[in-house]
């Protein structure tokens, strides 16, 4: 079986999935290297050519290596060579369900959630309806058309992309002309509208063990730059805290864990998966779940099993005897 790092993609998160790759290449040196350039086109890519892309969260990466054709063509190759895909990517039809399913009807394994939960827990709408099955609890939507008077009950607003990760589009609407730019980004793709939660960010990862049993690990406490945890904060400011384990009570912290796990079960997620939530005066109040959360050397979901005291290095070997288990080549 060829182990084979595919990074890049076609969505917004593409440049945070580069840095994905370097860490994933620092951890599996022998694996091979796939980039899905955003032409739609895959290439073989030297680790020399990733390693020296020093600033990966600002500017494009450009594989050296030759064209395998568009992402079909190189997953009928993946199944013909016996490969098994250790996903670097993020968002868009990498983390939709897309890919996943692409790579199923080819019985190629990979790494991660299968094509039906990624698909639920891409979609926030839908994945906090679930998460209320399970116990979880989520704020209210707020509809387009009401967007004015759920600001005038609850002063204040967040909007951001139904589909979407690394908190790319999100709006603070925290005042009436607020309501123009997010009717303005509805235009292009759905949004999700809610009444801002104060309080504490928190994000939990949780992570399937080889007997297929799941364990939360410690829950990371965010203080954000500027007071929201946009793409700017998660991976350019200097100033963002990320505090593993976060300074929460006994109380929270199990009750955190508990939360990211029913929704990581619900959503029947597979392999590893982080939720994120805020504690507020109120009670803690669910978000999202990330199926392919961000592995680079600056991640939450590293860090935490860092504190767990997981090597990174046989978190992703176990992911891979998993991924491995579940679809035989």
Known sequence: MR??????GLSKERLVSVATAQALHSALPDADLWFWDVDGSVHDTSPAALLAHIRPFEEPFKA????LGAIEPALDRASAEKRLLVFGLHGGVAENG?????????????????SASSHLAFDKVAAKRFAAIAGVRAPQGVALDEMEAALAEHGRLIAKPARDGSSYGLIFVNATQDLVAVRHAAKTEDYLIEPFVAGVEATCGVLEQADGSVIALPPIEIIPADGGFDYTAKYLAKSTQEICPGRFSAEVT???MDQAVRAHKVMSCRGYSRSDFIVSANGMVYLETNTLPGLTKSSLYPKSLKVQGIDFVDFLKGQIALAARRTPV
């Open 64 to 67: 050296d290596g030759r064209s």
């Open 3 to 8: 182990i084979t790092i595919l990074f890049g």
């Open 98 to 114: 897309e890919l996943q399913a692409m790579c199923e009807m080819r019985n190629v394994p990979f790494t991660g959630s299968g």
């Open 254 to 256: 199990a009750q955190i």
